[in-house]
């Protein structure tokens, strides 16, 4: 069965800092995947999406994600985080049914 | 601003109320989707309308039900909910019909904050 693990529930960097967060998803198939971004009382927000193609994607926000298949994982990066980025971060995975299928999410707060 | 938007932002019922939530979007999409998200839980697909008809449901329970008269609105009714149900509902929508958006960009509300008491 399709599935999206975020292992870090909680992260926590000073601003200026880099940042990465993880993503593991399992999936027999080339996946469609996805990272979004929830601010506080507010929806979610597309970052950016990998289909095909080349593997390092650019999002929006200064955002970048690596696909990296021998390792199942789409880690999304930032190499300086500004104290508005703190919010929740959702990695996702569209499946063979359909579905998009989320991770757990996780939480960034950013430290002045 | 997404162009979804969604009323009320919080919601507070007893279980044995009925009450709606309601979603617009203004952006010409002809998919419109639930979703719940409850505390550190994944975000749950709940139902999908394509074209205004109905294409799935995610074995939701019944006291939830969904209603799109038209492709810019989608409505949840509420109604005999438990506490369990106390949760974050969001509307998307997206431009391509889909079973759930596998590779369709979507585009999402704000949420109703739901409280069952």
């Known amino acids: 069965a399709q599935s999206v693990t975020q292992p870090d529930i909680h992260i926590t960097v000073s601003e200026g800092a880099s940042l990465e967060l993880r993503c593991n998803y399992s999936y027999g198939a080339t996946p469609y995947l996805f990272w979004y971004v929830q601010s506080p009382g507010q929806g979610l927000q597309l970052l950016l999406k990998y289909f095909s193609g080349d593997t390092l994607v650019q999002g929006i926000k200064g955002f970048e994600a690596e696909f990296k298949r021998s390792q199942s994982s789409f880690n999304l990066r930032k190499p300086s985080v500004h104290w508005s980025d703190a919010a929740e971060y959702f990695c996702a995975v569209g499946s063979n049914t359909g579905k998009l299928i989320f991770g757990q999410g996780t939480t960034l707060q950013v430290k002045p | 601003e997404t162009g979804v938007t969604q009323t009320p932002r919080h919601l507070v019922m007893g279980m044995t109320n009925k009450k709606s939530l309601k979603c617009e979007q203004h952006?010409?999409?002809?998919?419109m989707y639930w979703y719940k998200q409850s505390a550190k839980k994944p975000l749950e697909l709940m139902f999908v309308?394509?074209?205004?008809?109905?294409?799935e449901n995610n074995s939701v329970p019944s006291r939830f039900s969904p209603e799109c008269p038209n492709s810019s609105h989608l409505f949840l009714h509420l109604h005999t909910l438990q506490p369990e149900d106390s949760a974050l509902y969001l509307c998307?929508?997206?431009?391509?019909?889909?079973?759930?958006?596998?590779?369709?960009?979507?585009?999402f509300g704000s949420g109703t904050q739901l409280s069952v008491l």
């Open positions: 998307a929508s997206s431009q391509e019909p889909g079973t759930g958006a596998s590779n369709e960009k979507l585009f």
């Open positions: 952006l010409g999409h002809n998919a």
């Open positions: 309308y394509n074209f205004k008809e109905q294409t």
